[in-house]
């Protein structure tokens, strides 16, 4: 008798630490953020590293200059102009509209780069520093990413999971209270 008690006490403390872990869970990935990623450029070597991005559109962008020389990220189009940015500052863009923004350093004309804002929601790096002087190309981590498309079918069924592990936790702790006769 004592081992089927344990046995129970066991299989109790399992089915609770399984619900916590459902619970931790539905909570996990329902705490997400929906915003759209923000993507870094680093100005290094006199060049834009990555040279050219593709972003979903709402995506912000930032520019941090690395180099000792004072650089700008000036729009082609007039769309952006950052004025001079001195070594460790920082500007910073949110792409409203796709298209292609291609842009410059208004000092160093010969730094170029663009980026493309597309309607879709997966961020992406392609190309090279824009000099042949860098030796690394540059590709940047997914920050972030719009979860608009959560799986509510998954959530819901792991709040059914949870539900029913807790109504046979409990009707078994009842019945193993009730006396035998």
């Known amino acids: 008798m004592r081992v089927i008690g344990r046995l129970r006490r066991v299989r109790y403390l399992a089915h609770g630490l399984l619900l916590v872990g459902l619970l931790w869970l539905i909570v996990g990935a329902s705490a997400t953020s929906t915003a759209a990623a923000d993507m870094q450029i680093t100005i ?14 709402g995506t912000k962008v930032t520019w941090t200059n690395m180099d000792s020389a004072t650089h700008t990220v000036t729009s082609d189009t007039g769309a952006f102009d950052s004025k001079n940015l001195v070594n460790g500052a920082s500007f910073s863009f949110t792409f409203t509209q796709a298209g292609s923004y291609a842009y410059h350093c208004a000092i160093h004309t010969r730094m170029v780069a663009s980026i493309v ?30 979860h608009d498309n959560r799986n509510k079918g998954l959530i819901a069924a792991l709040i059914a999971a949870a539900a029913v592990i807790t109504g046979g936790t409990v009707l078994r702790a009842r019945m193993g209270k009730r006396p035998q006769g």
């Open 117 to 146: 804002v597309t309607a879709g929601n997966a961020p992406t790096t392609a190309g090279a520093p824009s000099n042949a002087t860098a030796s690394t190309t540059s590709v940047l981590p997914k920050t972030g990413e719009a």
């Open 44 to 57: 290094q070597n006199f060049a834009f590293a990555p040279a050219t991005i593709t972003v979903p559109v």
